[in-house]
């Protein structure tokens, strides 16, 4: 069972930057490929970036293509999300996820708890 905890969240004017962060432990963090997802009040869970076990490979949703990057160290169990350049659609409450299968798709098995990006115009 893998526990996913994230950080870095929190209130920024647009144009700035955020670093998200999240912390895995309880599992071999290795083992799973990582993604970060994002809900927005009343709008369905997004796909925001993923990256590959040994972060051979990374994709990004078309909205955050140049903005953000996704990284991981899996010496330390963590994955991170540079956001820059942010944007008032940019707020939601931002998820990273694991899992075995390296896809777009919100099916990973394993979910942190969400922390809250909010960006002012």
């Known amino acids: 069972q893998v526990q996913l905890v994230e950080s870095g969240g929190g209130l920024v004017q647009a144009g700035g930057s955020l670093r998200l962060s999240c912390a895995a432990s309880?599992?071999?963090?290795?083992?799973?490929?990582m993604a970060w997802f994002r809900q927005a009040p009343g709008k369905e869970r997004q796909f925001v970036a993923r990256v590959t076990k040994y972060s051979v490979s990374t994709s990004y949703a078309a909205s955050v293509q140049g903005r953000f990057t996704i990284s991981r160290n899996n010496a330390q169990n963590t994955l991170y999300l540079q956001m820059n350049s942010l944007k008032p659609e940019d707020t939601a409450v931002y998820y990273c996820a694991a899992g075995s299968k390296y896809t777009t798709a919100a099916e990973y098995d394993y979910w942190g708890q969400g922390t809250q990006v909010t960006v002012s115009s």
């Open positions: 309880g599992g071999i963090f290795s083992s799973y490929a």
